[in-house]
């Protein structure tokens, strides 16, 4: 079976988008932390403000706004323009590619060379709706854009990745589920020391 195509620097972006993107117990960890820092800017700004008039909000919002516009600048304007910028100098990253998936390997071959890797030597994948991503390292991972393949193919691929049992990110273990509990009991803790402490006398 073989895929054929060529990447865009929007597959890359898209695809870096995706490497970072948070698996769900890191996702709810996230969320609980950001209750409890809302929470606790809260506690601190409605006495403020009911001691010193509505005049002091500006001393507590104009930092997360400098804070926010600069992550939608980073996101939205930074990155989109570094990796086209890089996809343009070079060559190799949009050369035209084929991908061949047999039952004991996966070959990945363009006009600079090829890479060959049975399927023991991938270490996890990951995916959305747009996107398949098998990893060679945790930092390393080849890019196929589901696009470019035929539905059978999307899950003849994922069935010799099951088959192998190579892991796939992003799905609950009982391991994810151990670190997920350990941390929220963490923030749990301390957020009822932090109350403690400020809890008047």
Same mark, same amino acid.
């Given at each position: 079976m073989k895929i054929?195509?060529? %990447?865009?620097?929007?597959?890359?972006?898209? !695809?870096?988008? #995706?490497?970072?993107q948070r698996v769900w117990w890191?996702?709810?960890?996230?969320y609980i932390a950001l209750v409890a820092l809302v929470?606790?800017? #809260?506690?601190?700004?409605?006495?403020d403000v009911a001691a010193n008039g509505i005049t002091?909000?500006?001393?507590?919002?104009? #930092?997360? *706004? $400098?804070?926010?516009v600069a992550l939608l600048l980073f996101y939205y304007v930074f990155l989109p323009c570094s990796m086209r910028q890089l996809y343009e100098r070079e060559p190799?990253?949009?050369?035209?590619?084929?991908? /061949? *998936?047999?039952?004991?390997?996966f070959l990945a071959t363009n006009q600079y060379g090829n890479l060959d890797r049975p399927w023991a030597d991938i270490l996890k994948w990951k995916q959305n709706k747009d996107f398949l991503l098998l990893y060679l390292?945790? !930092?390393?991972y080849i890019i196929i854009p589901k696009r470019l393949?035929?539905? /059978?193919? $999307?899950?003849? %691929?994922?069935?010799? %990745?099951? /088959?192998n049992h190579v892991r796939q990110d992003g799905v609950i273990t009982r391991r994810s589920i151990i670190v997920a509990t350990v941390?929220? $009991?963490?923030?749990?803790?301390?957020?009822? *020391?932090?109350?403690?402490?400020?809890?008047?006398?």
């Open positions: 054929n195509g060529q %990447l865009t620097w929007q597959d890359y972006l898209h !695809a870096q988008q #995706l490497h970072t890191q996702q709810v960890i996230w929470a606790g800017f #809260l506690s601190d700004l409605i006495p002091v909000i500006w001393d507590y919002i104009w #930092l997360p *706004i $400098v804070i926010a190799k990253m949009g050369a035209p590619f084929e991908y /061949e *998936i047999t039952p004991g390997s390292s945790e !930092a390393q393949c035929m539905p /059978e193919q $999307v899950v003849a %691929l994922q069935t010799h %990745l099951e /088959e941390i929220v $009991v963490c923030l749990a803790v301390g957020a009822i *020391i932090y109350v403690i402490t400020l809890k008047p006398a």
